[in-house]
């Protein structure tokens, strides 16, 4: 039996620091959350998948619909990170993987030959009542930021 977040379930509630201050997903209620789990910033997957957020930033708020990244970096690296890229959202530091292990996005990947275990990019759409409503894992950065933009039309 899985404890991971299943797509109708209410999604798992969690507070962590981001580098713009706490985020706790109660307070979030009325709004849908796109929470998206990135390997690690400043490499070029990670950075393509937040600019292509940061560039739909006004259409994900005109939706009613805050944008939230998460990676295990720490909150120094995320306000860099943030600040190099002019990224409006907040990014969570999860270095303990609390909320990565939440969310079932840690695995084991090969990189240049050897097993790591690393953060499965992976993107939660969570609903303005706080159901989970739509998941993406293992997902490629090319054109997702545009279907969860379109997902999230179909539940405006």
Excluded at 23 to 33: E, S
Excluded at 67 to 93: C, M, Q, W, Y
Excluded at 123 to 144: A, Y
Aim: net charge neutral; aromatic share 8%; glycine share 8%.
């Amino acid at each position: 039996m899985s404890d991971l977040p299943v797509a109708g379930e209410k999604a798992p509630a969690f507070k962590a620091e981001s580098h713009l201050g706490p985020i706790d997903l109660d307070t979030l209620k009325g709004k849908n959350v796109v929470l998206y789990f990135y390997p690690k910033d400043n490499t070029p997957g990670c950075t393509v998948e937040a600019q292509d957020f940061r560039d739909r930033y006004e259409q994900f708020q005109a939706l009613n619909t805050e944008i939230i990244g998460v990676s295990r970096d720490s909150l120094k690296t995320h306000t860099n990170f943030s600040n190099k890229h002019e990224l409006p959202f907040p990014l969570i530091a999860d270095p303990e993987e609390q909320l990565c292990n939440q969310f079932g996005v840690m695995k084991l990947k090969n990189m240049y030959g050897k097993q790591v275990r690393g953060i499965e990019r992976s993107t939660f759409l969570i609903n303005s009542q706080g159901i989970l409503v739509k998941e993406w894992r293992g997902l490629k950065v090319p054109g997702h930021a545009d279907k969860v933009l379109e997902a999230i039309k179909e539940i405006v």
